[in-house]
């Protein structure tokens, strides 16, 4: 291969990529401001405090229950918990101010009590919610099943209310055609429940009943690189722009061949005593050298910036953006090989390589997919240059943790290039 | 084509020889053949579609034959990397330059497809810009240049590794009689040095001006190849003046539209 006309046709694509601004900020500037934004949301507060969803309470009752309900509500580490009246709250949700509201009816506190032992009428909590955060709905719903039963049980197995309606409980099972033996059981353990929570109280030993509480409690570790190290959720937003921008700049080299040909350069270009091969390769050269470049300023400013870590190998990291380059450029060969005109190809491109980084998880992580659709990307090419980038960095893996990325990258790239000198059009007449 | 003097003369710079190329059931180029010695421009004329920059994009390699041969210097040309297309310097009818890059940096990278580097780079596009009168906007870019600026720096382009033969397609569209003339001129320094160039235009003057030889084309077959004495001649009604180029052509190729 003549690499004096091989490095001419890099430097030349270099400083012709650097001559345009525009290209330039697009590259470099845009996938940097973009990932910002992703990491921002998907990496939460960076103090670490979970973002609380928030949720307004509307206590219609005011029972002991409805208290203890909004009460524990407040004391919940996920939400945040305000208690407007019921028309506020109502606003605050069709305004997107507040995800959720939730009323809590006159006599809830009551009907609730004796629905708890079974012998009456559960009572309905109204949700009002936002239905563009369905999600938080299902997460609020989780949160508030736990305080309820907390505060209803509390209260039926050691207020004041429970004690009435024990009381009130005990002469109706005694005059019910039970059988006698479930009769007594059944009595019996109301009043063992009742002098339980009595002497507690009475000990000192508990500050009052505790009600019905969660029977397990979740130890959670996020499995990171380290147990030292948080998952930093720009270095995922990074790895996706990254590479979403790396297909960009590569289209754009497709489309610049095929401006290239319009304008007659590629006839200079083909009548001078070069291989198709040399001209090809010095096509994808530059095209890596750019995209090694963005991959390096963006993770050079997440580093910088956001605290992201290469915590796996280096190796590794340098070898998958390595492969990511190549995998880009040869893209680019293809849609110049496939590409009829600038403009017709422009718009096809665009669709494709957003297609391209949607179904790879470059916007969101591949895990929200349906599972199905979690099979089906694997043979999306972005899908392995995310997931590489994802190992080498906040997963730390290893080296090994590089080595199928890399190779499967790799063998995109060979494919591409393959299929763009078989049907690019050397042909110019 | 043979000639009676040194050895040399025996072989053309450029022979084309029964050159033929179709695209589907078009047949471009049928059986063209034709030569260009050292020190002659030939004009190489036809109508819209008659198949000049089919013939010239064979001869420069850039698409291949379905039959005959491109010989250079004697030696058939073949495939993409023949060191025999070092000899040939193509100037295309487009302005094919970079036009973000500058006048040097545009010839800088086109000489390093001849393998050009360094001091022998450098010298090879201070003679071109000077022949084209553009040394002194070498650091301009290109887009900053007028139409026949640009024209000019096209022939440069195809001038930098100093080529035997330089296939020039069309390189006067568009300019200013001031940058034709100057083309002209830089044309004729270039015959003056020995160069074998094959011209082609739908400009009658020009051909008249320049060529030494003029092979018309029409329908992919050479319908005329004589100088421009000679061309005058065949077609003359006898008795009557010589016609010039333009009712030679006409009268060669027809009077119907070629669009």
Known sequence: MAMIPLLAMVRKDLQLFFSDTRAVIVTFAVPIAIASFFGSIFSGPRSGAPARISVAVVDKDASAISKAIVSGAQGDKNLRVGTPAEDEARAAVRAGRTSIAVVIPKGFGDAAGKAFFGNGEKPALDLLYDPSRTVEVAMVRGILTEHVMQAVSKEMFGGEQGRAVVAQTLPQIEASKMPEDQKRALVDMLKSVQGFYGQATRDGQATGPRGITMPYAVNERAMTSGSNVAYNGYAHSFAGMGIQFLLFAAANLGIEILLERQRGLWKRLRSAPVSRFTLLAGKAASMTIVGLMTLAVSFGFAMAVFGVRIQGSLIGFISVSFACALMAATFGLLIAALGKTPAATRGVTTLAVLMMVMLGGAWVPTFIFPAWLQQATVIVPARWAVDGLDAMTWRGLGLRGALMPTVVLLGFAVAFGALAAARFRWEEA | ?259
Do not use: C
């Not at chain 2, 940058?179 to 008249?208: C, P, Q, W």
């Open chain 2, 1 to 259: 084509m043979e000639r009676e003097g040194s050895a040399e003369r025996l072989i053309p710079m450029l022979h084309v020889n029964n050159l033929r190329k179709a695209f589907g059931s078009l047949v471009a180029v049928d059986d063209v053949t034709f030569s260009v010695e050292p020190g002659q421009l030939v004009g190489l004329l036809g109508p819209n579609g008659a198949g000049k920059t089919t013939t010239v994009s064979m001869i420069a390699g850039l698409i291949t034959a379905d039959r005959g041969d491109v010989l250079i210097g004697g030696q058939r040309l073949d495939g993409d990397t023949d060191p025999s297309k070092r000899r040939i310097g193509l100037v295309p009818q487009d302005l094919a330059l970079y036009e973000e890059l500058t006048a040097r940096a545009n010839l800088r990278f086109f000489g390093a497809l001849y393998n050009l580097t360094g001091a022998r780079l450098d010298r090879a596009i201070a003679a071109a810009l000077d022949l084209v009168g553009l040394a002194d906007r070498a650091g301009d870019r290109v887009k900053t240049f007028s139409g026949g600026m640009k024209r000019r720096l096209n022939l440069a382009a195809g001038l930098l590794h100093d080529p035997d033969i330089l296939l020039l397609d069309e390189p006067t569209v568009g300019v200013d009689p001031q940058s034709r003339n100057a083309i002209f001129d830089n044309l004729e320094v270039l015959k003056g040095r020995g160069k074998a160039l094959l011209y082609t235009t739908h400009y009658m003057e020009e051909a008249e001006r320049l060529a030494d030889r003029i092979v018309v084309i029409d329908h992919g077959k050479v319908v005329a190849n004589d100088t421009l004495a000679g061309l005058r001649s065949q077609v003359a009604v006898s008795g009557g003046a010589l016609p010039n180029l333009e009712t030679a052509f006409l009268t060669l190729t027809g009077r119907s539209l070629r669009d």
